[in-house]
């Protein structure tokens, strides 16, 4: 490798015909990737490609030979291995410099002149980049160098490369596999070595811009989960049961992981970021074409069998847990690196496949997966870098939202006690649900309120079943509506009132479907009924506007963390805290709105969701529609008269600009449209029927202790005195392309990030992001 660069930069073509030439780059001792990648530097890789582009060709062409011929004999001796190794390694460094060129992006789908034709193909020699694909497919099932051998002994024995069913060399037991090969860790490495080149093949994703359409194609990943490759099922099943069986605790000897090299948590690494990468939800042009992916999911995930589910359920629900297990010896544990990459697996299976879903709600061992999701979000709440993590997290809970089981879930008792920066609460997982929320709004940095929407649609989602909340519980909701209700914040952005709507929309959900386990909340409603007589009467005449708007330059936009009741925190528990000056993070691009990730579905009385027509998706066009005849309605025709002779009055007394004034009037006519629709009916009753029997109470027997209170709360009924209970409306989430791109520009932000021993694609010229450092 010492002479790989000044022999490759010659500027005279060499012939490919000549062997003892291109040998050399691969035929000697024996290296490891770290050596590649510091023997063949960034620069001269780019000086080849632009001073002898026809060497370079001819170096790609004859290391994937190599290969080709190596699938093809089985590599059986030790040498052919190592030119395997070598040759894989001298690809996974040199690919991402061939996809960062505009003008050499197609050379791998363009064919070899003078190369061989496979046999059954039509149309001349394969592309490079089938044949590449294939053979390292093959070799990913090669007796002796990836999996167990399965020959008999004696000297004839031979393993056909070409026969083998690679159904029968799954390298682990789980779904569609019932034998656990033994471990082998130089099977391991090897199989890491060629994933880690699958996983550059298709990293020609990151060197194209983010498209709104997402309907571009990934040829690499399109060709391998196709049937033209008879590996693919063997090998997402390979991938899939060597994850969710993997178990990095071990035997459970404190400080194991000190003693020995784990070498198959660097494989399970590998090959999660090859499923998250190959199980990717095409839209538009690709969709038929990503179908085989699709096809092969489906396959491995079906929950028609409950142990296949049970299995990749309860693997992946025990890696998610890993970060969070606390020990009396500190650090005695191993602890995963691969969270974010497990989000996003369980994400896609969710998403893809609705049978898997309906078995991860079938039971209580979703709330296996929702602690750790809820622990991640709390820990990454003030960290800038981990703003993707949070954003995938909500949105697997935005998911697990739309199904009803999963409010009914939320209602068991949290007693798992995991060490979080939350108050001290006896509750349950609803309660834990909504006190993490509240922290996130309250104490998470200010990337996150794009993600308010979605936090509060998911407690709107489980509302109507939640039975009980907890004192804490409900004075955090309380205390949200109060935080959002203040002028500067509701007339400082136009979408800031849609909060306020689903706010209200949980409390008359609970109102009128779960009344009688929820005295707490009812007992916060009447304590602080002054945020609801304050919303009835709120103002809206342009001088209360510009004055909030003023108060906005001059305070922080944060919510306000005042009356929220905070207690002691856990033991055990740390703080969130920021990123490190200097942590690198990839850029995102922005999620749609609420209305784009969502559709709304109507809860009929035997519990079927019907979809609604798409008229709107805005809050307050969903709850209390009935109870809008009853208020004053202002017309737009008034509105706008309104506006303008108010503004006409303003302008005499303030110095303001016309730009002002004109904003002034569009943020007065969104105002009065919305005002009047605020669903406030329910509430104001339920404080109208109970505010002066608690008052007659309090007077009657004396009462101060608060317990009396919510005793007579509990024995309390309110049958026939509410309106008529609104449908329940359920904001399901729904496939769009905003976040299949979203999620295409996290996975490949949090795979560059993650693989820095080598750094595959540092200081190549990615377009999918941009890499910051904070």
Known sequence: HGSIDCSVQTEEPVETTDDAFWDQFWADTATTIQDVFALVPAAEIRAVREESPSNLATLCYKAVEKLVQAAESGCPSEKE???????????????????????????????????????????????????????????LFCPDFTVQSHKRAGPDAEEDMQSIDSCEYIWEAGVGFAQSPPLDYIHDLNRTELLKLLLTCFSDAMYLPPSAENNILNRWVTFFSSTDNRHALPLFTSLLNVVCAYDPVGYGIPYNYLMFSDYREVLVEHAVQILIVTLEHEAGAAADTAQHNLDHLHSLSKSNSFHRGRFILKGLARLMTNPLIQNYLPNSTKKIQFHQELLVLFWKLCDFNKKFLFFVLKSSDVLDVLVPILFYLNDARADQSCVGLIHIGVFILLLLSGERNFGVRLNKTYSVRVPMDIPVFTGTHADLLIMIFHKIITGGHQHLKPLFDCLLT???????????????????????????????????????????????????????????????????????????????????????????????????????????????????????????????????????????LTKKAQVSEDGTMVCLQRNTHSPQMTADQHTHSLQPQTSTFTAGVLCTSLVRSFLLSLPIDGDLLSFLCTVLRQVLSWKSKLPLQTIMRLLQVLVPQVEKICIDKGLTDESEILKFLQHGTLVGLLPVPHPILIRKYQANAGTAMWLRTYTWGVIYLRNVDPPIWYDTDVRLFEIQRI
């Open 458 to 596: 998911i407690i709107v989602n489980v509302s109507p079943y939640l039975k009980s909340l907890s004192m804490v519980a409900a004075n955090k909701l309380l205390h949200l509506l109060e935080a959002f209700s203040t002028n500067w914040f509701l007339f400082s952005a136009s979408q800031n009132h849609h909060l306020i709507f689903f706010l209200l929309e949980v409390f008359n959900n609970l109102i009128q479907y779960q009344f009688d386990g929820n005295c707490n909340l009812v007992y916060t409603l009447i304590r602080k009924r002054n945020i609801f007589h304050q919303l009835a009467n709120l103002t809206s005449d342009p001088v209360t506007i510009h004055k909030a708007l003023e108060m906005k330059k001059t305070t922080l936009a944060r919510i306000s963390r005042t009356n929220s009741q905070e207690s002691i925190s856990m033991d055990g528990s740390r703080p969130a805290v920021p990123a490190e000056p200097g942590t690198l993070k990839a850029s995102l691009v922005a999620i749609p709105a609420i209305d784009k």
């Open 81 to 139: 291995r190592q030119i395997v190794l070598n040759c894989t390694r001298l690809l996974t460094r040199i690919l991402p410099y061939i996809f960062e060129d505009a003008d050499w992006r197609g050379f791998f789908w363009s064919t070899v002149p003078g190369a061989r034709q496979d046999e059954g193909n039509d149309d001349g020699a394969r592309p490079l980049a089938e044949s590449l694909l294939l053979a390292v497919s093959d070799l």
